[in-house]
């Protein structure tokens, strides 16, 4: 029981990544964003996916963890992106 819930607090927390994935490819513009801030969701996922393999736990919720991070990593990598055109968008006015 204990694992349904904690799957349903991952797809939760899971759901707005697609979303701010879209948002950070389509505006183009790193302004707004947070790389700090997806650092440290990056490692709170780090850890979920640590203490499974620790505890020698991994079940279909591990899935949900690998999933939002690399969601995650994604939208971090796209900051750096929108960073470089942001750097662009200055030297050329």
Partial sequence: MSQIFEMLMVICFGISWPTSILKSYTVR?????????????MVGYLCGIISKIAAD?????????????????????????????????????
């Fill in 57 to 93: 736990k991994i079940t279909y919720v591990f899935i949900f963890y690998v999933i939002n991070l690399l969601m995650v990593s994604i939208d971090f990598a796209l900051y750096f992106r929108n960073k470089k055109l942001d750097k662009m968008g200055e030297n050329n006015h």
């Fill in 29 to 41: 513009t790193a302004k707004g964003k947070s790389p700090i801030f997806l650092v440290f969701i």
